[in-house]
C-alpha cells in the first residue's frame, strides 16, 4: 500500500521565520503535488514536480522532489500569517489513476 | 469559471437518515472525485469517475454509500442510513485528464 507520510504534524512559528516541511514514502512516484488548504475551503494546488531531484520555486516557497523520487519537501522563506493553512502532499495511486493524499502539515504563523 | 460547486455547505442529520451530497465538476474536465476528510485519517479517496463512468470505488466505506454521475455536470454521493461515524467533510474534485485537481469548498456532515 502507498502511503505519504508528512511530517511535522504541526507546526507554530513567528512571522519572519523559515520552516521545512517533509514528505516522505517507502514508494517511488512519478511525480508528487502540493496543496494548500485554509479553514472551510477545499485544498488548492500550488505546484507539481516531476522529475528527481528537481527544484521548483513559487515566491517565498521552494519545493523540492527528492532524487529516488520517493520524497519531497517544501521549504518556506521568512513565513507570514498569510502563509497559515493546512500543507498536503499528493501523489498518484499505483494505477496511476487518482491521487492519495498524506496527512498534511498544520502551520500556524503568529505576528 | 465558477469552480466545483458542492451543496450543501453543512448537514446535520440524525442517525438513520438518507444523506445525498451534490457536485457540480468544472465545465469540460472528465475527471470527478468523491474524497472524505476526517482529522485521524486526513484525505481518503472514495470514489472516482472518468467520463461519467465509475472507475473504482474500492474506497467506499460500505454498501450503505453510493454515488453517481448521471451527466457531466452533476454527480451525488448518498450515505443510507446515515452513522455518527460518517460525520466528516466530503469533498469533490474535478481534473482534466487527471492532472491538477480542482477541489469544491466541501460538504461538513454532522451525524448526531
Known amino acids: 500500500t502507498q502511503l505519504l507520510e508528512q511530517s511535522p504534524q504541526f507546526l507554530s512559528i513567528q512571522e519572519g521565520e523559515n520552516l521545512t516541511v517533509y514528505c516522505n514514502s517507502s514508494?517511488?512516484?512519478?511525480?508528487l503535488q502540493w496543496y494548500r488548504q485554509e479553514p472551510g475551503e477545499g485544498p488548492v494546488l500550488l505546484v507539481t514536480?516531476?522529475?528527481?531531484?528537481e527544484v521548483k520555486k513559487l515566491k517565498r516557497l521552494t519545493f523540492q522532489f527528492g532524487d529516488a523520487r520517493k520524497d519531497s519537501s517544501l521549504h518556506i522563506t521568512a513565513a507570514q500569517p498569510g502563509d497559515t493553512g493546512l500543507y498536503l502532499c499528493a501523489g498518484y495511486n499505483q494505477a496511476g489513476t487518482a491521487l492519495i493524499f498524506g496527512k498534511g502539515t498544520t502551520l500556524s504563523v503568529s505576528s | 469559471d465558477a469552480g466545483v460547486i458542492q451543496s450543501p455547505r453543512h448537514e446535520v442529520t440524525e442517525m438513520g437518515q438518507e444523506v445525498t451530497l451534490r457536485c457540480k465538476p468544472i465545465s469540460g474536465h472528465n475527471s470527478l472525485f468523491w474524497y472524505r476528510q476526517t482529522m485521524m485519517r486526513g484525505l481518503e479517496l472514495l470514489i472516482y469517475f472518468n467520463n461519467n463512468v465509475p472507475i473504482d470505488d474500492s474506497g467506499m466505506p460500505e454498501d450503505r454509500f453510493s454515488a453517481k454521475m448521471p451527466n457531466a455536470s452533476f454527480s451525488t454521493l448518498k450515505i443510507q442510513p446515515s452513522e455518527p461515524r460518517d460525520s466528516a467533510v466530503y469533498f469533490c474534485?474535478?481534473?482534466?485528464?487527471?492532472?491538477?485537481?480542482?477541489f469544491g469548498s466541501g460538504t461538513r456532515l454532522t451525524v448526531v
Open positions: 514508494s517511488v512516484f512519478s511525480s
Open positions: 474534485a474535478s481534473s482534466r485528464n487527471n492532472y491538477g485537481y480542482t
Open positions: 514536480v516531476v522529475t528527481g531531484g
